[in-house]
């Protein structure tokens, strides 16, 4: 008897990491290139569409979860998200505790989620070099050790977001691509070329 196959319609993904790494002003840049400097955290998780266009020319459609860093509101985040097909691990540059706690975001990436797409975003490079509290050889074996490909990023400039968010999909896409048991319906909505996003974001 052969595996049921799924039929996806949208590529999801999700952005991981402790808080105030800067996850939802990422969001915010990718949903309409704009920086939002506010502190305020993400309470379980918040969701943004956007089409995109990808490598080949088709046009999709792109569902981004923004999930809470917090202790208290993680497991549910996690368990909201685990079946995203790509996922971005953020950290803060300014933040060595952030940086050492990708392993363990990763460990619970292992525990919960069936082989993603995997990026890591070393966020708020905008800050001065003196207050970085990660080196680039640090990131460097952390990558390398995940097998990750890693972009240096800031919301506030929006250094390498778009770039990070465009490798991530067309990554995405192309492992279910691979896959014998997913079926990639484009639908008329997405086959029209489109540029922008929509959806609710709250911060």
């Known amino acids: 008897m052969s595996e049921k196959k799924i039929k996806l319609t949208s590529i999801k993904l999700a952005l991981l990491g402790d808080s105030?790494?800067?996850k939802t002003a990422i969001c915010k840049v990718l949903k309409d290139n704009k920086f939002d400097g506010s502190d305020i955290s993400t309470i379980g998780f918040d969701k943004i569409?956007?089409?995109?266009?990808?490598?080949?020319?088709?046009?999709?459609?792109?569902?981004?979860?923004?999930?809470?860093?917090?202790?208290?509101?993680?497991?549910?985040?996690?368990?909201?998200?685990?079946?995203?097909?790509?996922?971005?691990?953020v950290f803060d540059l300014t933040n060595k505790s952030t940086f050492e706690n990708v392993d363990r975001w990763l460990e619970v990436i292992?525990?919960?989620?069936?082989?993603?797409?995997?990026?890591?975003?070393g966020n708020k490079s905008d800050y001065p070099e003196e207050e970085w509290q990660?080196?680039?050889?640090?990131?460097?074996?952390?990558?390398?050790?995940?097998?990750l490909k890693y972009f240096e990023t800031s919301a506030k400039?929006?250094?390498?977001?778009?770039?990070?968010?465009?490798?991530?999909?067309?990554?995405?896409y192309s492992k279910l691509k691979?896959?014998?048991?997913?079926?990639?319906?484009?639908?008329?909505d997405t086959k029209k070329k489109s540029g922008g996003c929509f959806g609710k974001k709250k911060k």
Not at 137 to 146: F, G, H, N
Request: hydrophobic share 40%; no cysteine; aromatic share 8%.
């Open 20 to 22: 105030k790494v800067g």
């Open 49 to 89: 569409d956007k089409k995109v266009k990808l490598e080949n020319g088709l046009v999709i459609k792109v569902v981004i979860y923004d999930t809470a860093g917090q202790e208290r509101f993680r497991s549910s985040a996690i368990q909201t998200v685990r079946a995203v097909h790509g996922l971005i691990i």
């Open 110 to 121: 292992k525990d919960n989620f069936d082989q993603p797409s995997m990026i890591l975003f």
């Open 134 to 147: 990660v080196t680039p050889e640090e990131i460097k074996m952390t990558a390398e050790k995940y097998k």
């Open 157 to 172: 400039t929006k250094k390498n977001i778009h770039e990070g968010f465009n490798y991530i999909v067309n990554s995405a």
């Open 178 to 188: 691979e896959s014998k048991n997913v079926i990639i319906d484009l639908n008329d």
